[in-house]
Every structure is written in structure tokens, then in C-alpha cells.
């Protein structure tokens, strides 16, 4: 890692495939980040587990991400790209951190209020210490700064209690992190109810534009998307009164780099027939080569293995360092 630079850190689920909402929302601006960080991208799959997966589906999604994340741009040579369950340091610290964390606090979380609804069968430990894993994750590379959609701030604000918390009774253990939520982090919404963020675990496989979509498919859900009924069907920018169009051409501006005036310049008197096609093209060219490039990696297992095992050894130098102190600070003998 170079001196000097600040530290990131960040993370994604391997909990369901990669969607236009990951690649917009994190993975683009990550890869921008990186030159400028020392950053560290993670596959939190110990967090997925706190909804229930099918073993041979998580796995064979981890090494798929793997594989997005290099074809996206990663450099894994610059960046420390590993897979959370692979450095131990994190369920040690999370377990830790779970003694400075009070049972209010976690209570209070909107995730956690939204998660116990959806999977009202499955309401796990897990899902209510899962903000106490994710500072874990934060907390153990000493990050600055940590991108996140707007979702995850209050997770951002809660490591940064945690972490005051145990520097008021033991000195400066943690460096406090800033959440980032990026620019271009735009929030993208489903394609049949705007209204919701488009998510990796949404049961509308229409709402939802995966990253390894077939063109086809991708073609298909644009000219599918749901705009309004506004008999001018005009393409202009207000996202209160018509919020399928706004997240269209949101859409078409990140993928583009066009702003949203030359956007309405573009489509002026042409209406959502012309436009939704459009905004479907540029997402199957923005996709095309990240694509073609996972599908070219995920025919080398070993490499990609290699990757994770490169990032996990050196994810844990950095993490073990934090935990030593950690565990000599709280009173545990030494090993
Ligand atoms: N909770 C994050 C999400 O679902 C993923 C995550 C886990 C994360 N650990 C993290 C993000 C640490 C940033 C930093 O999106």
C-alpha cells in the first residue's frame, strides 16, 4: 500500500447477480476511486448468509463477481480485491465489537426494520449484528472513507459510534470513516416501479437490468420500462412527476456522460419510442466489453482464484494488525 494516499473501503454482496444499479452506483465510481486510494474491495458474503442462499448459487456468484470486478476495471495489482470470509479478521473483530454495541442501537437501524419485514420467518442474529460486522469490515483497514449508496449511511454512522465508543475507553484504536457517496453514485431505480431502488434481490426480473444480461434482454426491459401517461410523452427531467422517465434518463446521462438538457435537447419533439431504445443501446454498449471480459476470465478459474487468494493475504496483513491491537487493548493474552 502507498504512503501517504488515503484508505477506502467498500463492498457487495455476492447475494444475487450484478445489476446496472451496482455497476452505476458503485463499481464505476470504485474504479475511479482507485487510483487516487489505497483501496480495499470486498465480496461480504459472510453478510449475504444473514438471508438464506443456495450454497452452490453463492459460491459459483462469488467468482462470478470476482470476475466483474477485474473486467469492470479493477486492476487487482493496485486494488486489494478479496473475499470477506477468506480474512478471519472479520468475524473475530465483529464478535468484539458486538460487546461495544448496544441492543437499542441495532434496533434502531432502517435495514434491519425493512429486512425483519420482508423475512419475517428469518429473523436471524445475524440480520441485527449485521451492522456490527460491516464496521468490522471498516474498522479493521483503518479506511477514510467508505462509498456507499445513501441506503448504507446510517451503517457508515453506526461503525463511527462503535468506533468512538471503544476509542473513549481505550485510546485511539480506530481512525473514524467518512461515508462517500459518490457523484456519479446515482441511484437507480427498478424499470416497472420507479418508485424502488433496483436491487439485486428484486423479484421483478423485468425491473431489473443485470450486468451479464444478453443484449436482447437488455433491449427488451428498456422497451419495456415503465415511463408515464402523459399524452406528450416528452422527455424532460422531473422525478417527482414522472420518475420513470428521470431514472431513464438518468440512466442514459451516466451511461452517455451527456447531461440531462442535452439529453432533453436530444429526444425533443421524438417522445418515449425513440428514447427507451436508445437508453437500452447505451447500456448494451456500456456493458459489451465488461461482458465479454468476465466471460473470457471465468474461463480461468485458477487466475481468478489466484486473485482472491493475492487479496486475502494481503487484506489480512492489514486486518490482523488492527486485531492484535484490538485484542491487546480489551485484555486477552497473548497468543
Ligand atoms: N452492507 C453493504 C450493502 O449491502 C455491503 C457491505 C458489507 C459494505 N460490508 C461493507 C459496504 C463495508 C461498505 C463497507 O450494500
Same mark, same amino acid.
Given at each position: 500500500m502507498?504512503?501517504?494516499?488515503?484508505?477506502?473501503?467498500?463492498?457487495?454482496?455476492?447475494?444475487?447477480?450484478l445489476?446496472l444499479?451496482?455497476?452505476?452506483?458503485?463499481?464505476?465510481?470504485?474504479? &475511479? =476511486?482507485?487510483?487516487?486510494? /489505497? *483501496? !480495499?474491495? #470486498?465480496?461480504?458474503? @459472510?453478510?449475504?448468509? +444473514?438471508?438464506?442462499q443456495?450454497p452452490?448459487?453463492?459460491?459459483?456468484?462469488?467468482?462470478?463477481?470476482?470476475?466483474?470486478y477485474?473486467?469492470?476495471?479493477?486492476?487487482?495489482?493496485?486494488?486489494?480485491?478479496?473475499?470477506?470470509?477468506?480474512?478471519?479478521?472479520?468475524? &473475530? =473483530?465483529?464478535?468484539?465489537? /458486538? *460487546? !461495544?454495541? #448496544?441492543?437499542?442501537e @441495532?434496533?434502531?437501524? +432502517?435495514?434491519?426494520?425493512?429486512?425483519?419485514?420482508?423475512?419475517?420467518?428469518?429473523?436471524?442474529?445475524?440480520?441485527?449484528?449485521?451492522?456490527?460486522l460491516?464496521?468490522?469490515?471498516?474498522?479493521?483497514y483503518q479506511?477514510?472513507?467508505?462509498?456507499?449508496?445513501?441506503?448504507?449511511?446510517?451503517?457508515?454512522?453506526? *461503525?463511527?459510534?462503535?468506533?468512538?465508543?471503544?476509542?473513549?475507553?481505550?485510546?485511539?484504536?480506530?481512525?473514524?470513516?467518512e461515508?462517500?457517496?459518490?457523484?456519479?453514485?446515482?441511484?437507480?431505480?427498478?424499470l416497472?416501479?420507479?418508485?424502488?431502488k433496483?436491487?439485486k434481490?428484486?423479484?421483478?426480473?423485468?425491473g431489473?437490468?443485470?450486468?451479464?444480461?444478453?443484449?436482447?434482454?437488455?433491449?427488451?426491459?428498456?422497451?419495456?420500462a415503465?415511463?408515464?401517461?402523459?399524452?406528450?410523452?416528452?422527455?424532460?427531467?422531473?422525478?417527482?412527476?414522472?420518475?420513470?422517465?428521470?431514472?431513464?434518463?438518468?440512466?442514459?446521462?451516466?451511461a452517455?456522460?451527456?447531461?440531462?438538457?442535452e439529453?432533453?435537447?436530444?429526444?425533443?419533439?421524438?417522445?418515449?419510442?425513440?428514447?427507451?431504445?436508445?437508453?437500452?443501446?447505451?447500456?448494451?454498449?456500456?456493458?459489451?466489453?465488461?461482458?465479454?471480459?468476465?466471460d473470457?476470465?471465468?474461463?480461468?478459474k485458477?487466475?481468478?482464484?489466484?486473485?482472491?487468494?493475492?487479496?486475502?493475504?494481503?487484506?489480512?496483513?492489514?486486518?490482523?494488525?488492527?486485531?492484535?491491537?484490538?485484542?491487546?487493548k480489551?485484555?486477552?493474552?497473548?497468543?
Amino acid at each position: 500500500m502507498e504512503q501517504g494516499k488515503k484508505t477506502i473501503l467498500s463492498g457487495i454482496q455476492p447475494s444475487g447477480d450484478l445489476t446496472l444499479g451496482s455497476y452505476l452506483g458503485a463499481l464505476k465510481s470504485w474504479v &475511479e =476511486l482507485s487510483e487516487e486510494y /489505497n *483501496c !480495499y474491495y #470486498m465480496l461480504a458474503d @459472510l453478510h449475504s448468509i +444473514t438471508v438464506r442462499q443456495v450454497p452452490a448459487d453463492l459460491r459459483r456468484r462469488t467468482l462470478t463477481q470476482v470476475a466483474v470486478y477485474v473486467a469492470a476495471g479493477l486492476d487487482p495489482e493496485k486494488n486489494v480485491l478479496f473475499v470477506q470470509s477468506h480474512v478471519p479478521a472479520h468475524a &473475530e =473483530l465483529a464478535w468484539v465489537l /458486538n *460487546c !461495544y454495541t #448496544m441492543f437499542g442501537e @441495532l434496533s434502531r437501524m +432502517t435495514q434491519f426494520k425493512d429486512k425483519s419485514a420482508k423475512n419475517a420467518e428469518n429473523i436471524n442474529a445475524g440480520l441485527f449484528t449485521y451492522p456490527v460486522l460491516m464496521a468490522a469490515d471498516i474498522l479493521l483497514y483503518q479506511a477514510d472513507l467508505v462509498p456507499v449508496g445513501a441506503d448504507q449511511k446510517q451503517h457508515v454512522e453506526i *461503525c463511527r459510534d462503535i468506533a468512538t465508543r471503544f476509542n473513549g475507553i481505550y485510546g485511539d484504536v480506530f481512525r473514524l470513516p467518512e461515508p462517500f457517496i459518490p457523484r456519479s453514485g446515482a441511484r437507480i431505480m427498478s424499470l416497472t416501479s420507479p418508485e424502488h431502488k433496483m436491487s439485486k434481490s428484486d423479484t421483478d426480473p423485468n425491473g431489473c437490468v443485470y450486468l451479464l444480461d444478453k443484449p436482447e434482454d437488455i433491449m427488451r426491459k428498456f422497451k419495456k420500462a415503465v415511463t408515464d401517461s402523459d399524452t406528450e410523452r416528452c422527455v424532460h427531467y422531473d422525478p417527482a412527476a414522472k420518475p420513470g422517465v428521470a431514472n431513464l434518463m438518468t440512466i442514459y446521462s451516466v451511461a452517455t456522460g451527456k447531461s440531462l438538457d442535452e439529453i432533453e435537447a436530444e429526444f425533443s419533439g421524438l417522445g418515449y419510442g425513440a428514447f427507451k431504445p436508445r437508453v437500452g443501446e447505451a447500456v448494451v454498449e456500456l456493458f459489451r466489453p465488461i461482458r465479454e471480459e468476465t466471460d473470457r476470465l471465468l474461463q480461468d478459474k485458477a487466475y481468478l482464484e489466484g486473485i482472491c487468494r493475492a487479496g486475502a493475504e494481503k487484506a489480512s496483513c492489514a486486518a490482523e494488525r488492527t486485531l492484535r491491537k484490538v485484542y491487546k487493548k480489551v485484555g486477552f493474552a497473548a497468543r
